[in-house]
């Protein structure tokens, strides 16, 4: 299993890039309050529902969980007895209440002793401590402590509960920056495992910073994952299972970079985010609401139209080409990060012929990063791309 799972991340790392992000946007987040000053480096949380959340510090922290309510107030400490907080990045809840702690920081790629603690929920212990269970586990494809720096990502800041398992995601620190997150799955009961590298998703072209994974969370109904980074967030939906990265993905923006490590679900389509205190900038609470886009901005199935983008990634130039099976006017606009229109044209495509239209770098004004390439025709259908320039 692990091999055929290898073969396609190499695969996904040599192959020109498909991705199936339909829009990136900037997303509202509001600041709702200060965290308890325990949590200087508020790095996992969990939502118990809108005015009671857990969450713990990272490495710089005991090995204790904290509760408070939606304006910042400490409600409760929890002990984790026979614990130690070598670097935890994130927790995740199960169906049945379990809470789970990952004890996987490794920033520097050389730890072999990897973590996860297991308590019940802390809504049933009565006491202010309590003994977990422990998972130990490594990782399936990594072989060396540390390995090659073009193989360092095996950090890991990011974790769900899904079923029976856990789900991991890699925080990339690999130099050249490959702009991966790897997906890795074991068990949710104690024992020692080795987790099986199961998927990757690519994020961008990096710096490391704006394109890492930081936190991640499941849905109540187990219909959308999210996945948080310093000054963005990935949304996915309509997959089957656990073939998270099967769906649809969508990159919303925050408008400031900030630390945030943090991200919990309250429903469905309302989120808690966190960040650390960096200086004088964080240790905050924040609210998100995913907002449905309407329709007509939806990706459409590619019924009428043929529209390829090469070569993707791109340095200087990138030639577009559309076909369409019906004649008719079409709309082409490019879009930067901030869902700010930088290129538009007009034109009409004859049915069976291609057109090709070359841009060149001054259209980016010479900025690299993602884009986002919008095909509308006149019948309604919207076509989405994204493009990575470097």
Known sequence: MFCSNKIKLLLLLVMPISV???????????????????????????????????????????????????????????????????????????????????????????????????????????????????????????????????????????????????????????????????????????????????????????????????????????????????????????????DFFSGTSKQFNFPALTQKEAIGFITNDDLYVTDELVSTIGRKLYYMKIIPIPSSLNVQENETLEFTIFPNPFSEKITISTSSKEAGNYTLTIYNELGQKIFLKKGFSSPGTAHDLTIDESVFKNNSGIFIIEVSLENGQVFRKEIVKY
């Open 20 to 242: 199936n992000i339909s829009y990136s946007q900037t997303i509202s987040i509001v600041e709702k309050a200060s965290l308890p000053t325990i949590l200087i480096q508020s790095s996992g949380i969990e939502v118990v529902n809108k005015n009671y959340i857990w969450s713990h510090n990272d490495s710089s922290g005991n090995p204790e969980l904290y509760s408070f309510d939606s304006t910042g107030t400490l409600l409760r400490t929890l002990k984790i007895l026979n614990a130690t907080n070598i670097d935890w990045e994130d927790m995740a809840q199960d169906a049945s209440g379990n809470f789970y702690m990952g004890d996987f920081g490794n920033n520097t790629h050389n730890r072999q002793d990897l973590k996860i603690y297991i308590i019940p929920d802390p809504a049933t212990i009565l006491l202010d401590s309590v003994v977990p269970q422990v998972i130990n586990y490594s990782y399936s494809d990594q072989f060396a402590f540390p390995p090659a720096d073009s193989l360092k990502n095996f950090d890991a800041e990011a974790m769900i509960a899904f079923q029976d398992s856990l789900y991991i995601f890699s925080k990339d620190w690999s130099n050249p920056y490959s702009g991966y997150t790897k997906l890795y799955k074991l068990p949710s009961a104690p024992g020692t495992y080795v987790a099986e590298l199961i998927d990757s998703f690519y994020t961008g072209p990096g710096p490391t910073i704006p394109y890492s994974i930081t936190s991640a969370d499941i849905s109540p109904d187990n219909s959308k994952l999210i996945l948080l980074g310093y000054n963005k967030c990935w949304l996915f939906t309509n997959f089957t299972g656990n």
